[in-house]
């Protein structure tokens, strides 16, 4: 079977992904950690539009009975 290498995504550079790569998708424990701190920083986000909830205002208006 061939080795399968893909890139990390915390740097870019190959990483090998089998069983033995104990930091996959990772190309180290490095990146693994970085990765980590970034999610614990608040770093990644997931970007949301917010909701005018003005009670006054139908949201839908096509959806009146």
């Known amino acids: 079977m061939a080795v399968r290498k893909v890139r990390c995504p915390q740097c870019g550079g190959e990483a090998l992904w089998a069983p033995e790569n104990p930091w996959r998708p990772f190309c ?29 205002v139908d949201p839908d208006p096509t959806s009146r009975a």
């Open 28 to 56: 180290s424990e490095r990146c693994k950690q970085i990765d980590l701190g970034c999610w614990a920083s608040d770093s990644y986000r997931i970007p949301v539009q917010e909701e005018d909830n003005d009670p006054g």
